[in-house]
């Protein structure tokens, strides 16, 4: 393993990797430090085609020791789709759509729990606890079954049902709340709180292998663009850890020497019902204040305020990117609009990344003939609810 140690963004202190950490002592996330100059010695990008289709392809930027303690279920290395009829609609021609809908519990939030749970195991830590909006819930919940581990999931009640299905299923000790992620996230370290220190807190980068885990994404959307830098890459940005994870895995590959210098410019999307990042970037603030009544169909960024603000923010500016926020009543019309014209049912989160694509370009920030890349964070199955049948005519029997 080339995991060296943790490290803290904002003062620089190191911890040990070697045992459970959480935040640092001045509140910030860790991340995780490799010896990458070693890495670049033992593996070339030329490897990566003849492993495994799934992330652990990139085992030695992931940070778990014995193979024997990974559990998988095939997450990662998900489909890179053109999207040729939408983009020529939009402007866009080199329009891609990189779907993770295909990934087990159909989110991204896979890749956090597979390669979080994994390292959890193997730091010796039998149960986790999380609030979540319900994908990362439902992941966790179903990658620590698989491990072995037992896990506490807290969600709002009104985050979709299947994800509380999922959790039950797979056996979770699952609590509803009637409020919201940050409500939920109270609940949570109360019970960790009276645990007596036999319960890890697994939430939101409140623990730094989530983080790996979701930077897969990255390696994965420069391995199949043949290790050319896109121009942009949109994600849908709730905690943000996979807008992290992605500029994380940017620097890491640029350090390792597969891309160039010229990084691709990052852009968050959020909903004009929760814009916590989207405000702050446009006041040029590197913080984020809490966002009051945060509501969108987009359930999976309805985060209020995010515990990685500062390094969201970084990302966008480091990268010159944007923040940009859209209304739920465009979001459910370009989730229609790309499911008729090229077949994939989007989820909210990812339609909103479309919607943010096609208002970037008409205002001229992503220019003609540029390469973007969108993130379809998750399955459109699981949200049957954006799209309307109730005029669907019955026939008679
Ligand atoms: C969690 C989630 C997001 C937001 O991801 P972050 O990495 O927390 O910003 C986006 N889309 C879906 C479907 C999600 O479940
Ligand atoms: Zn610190």
Redesign the pocket.
Known sequence: MYLTHLECPRCRRQHDAGRPQNLCGCGSPLLARYDLAAVAKVVTPERFPLRPADLWRYRELLPVADPGTVATLGEGWTPMLRAPAYGAEIGISDLLVKDEGLTPTG?F?ARGAAVGVSRARELGIERIAMPT?G??GAAWATYAARAGLGATVVMPLDAPTICRRECVAAGADLRLVDGLISDAGRHVQKLIAESGGTIFDAG?LREPYRLEG?KTMGYEILEQLAWRVPDVIVY????????IGIHKALQEMRELGWISDRLPRLVAVQSTGCAPIVRAFAAGEPRAEPWADARTVAY??TVPAPLGDELILDALRATAGTALAVDDAEILADLRAFAAREGLLL?P?GAACLTAARHLRAGGWIRAGERVVVLN??AGVKYPETVDVSAVPVLPA
């Open positions: 989110s939030k909006n994908n990362a939101t979701k849908p940005t709730g905690g943000g850890v996979g807008l999976g960024i989820c989160e964070t998750g």
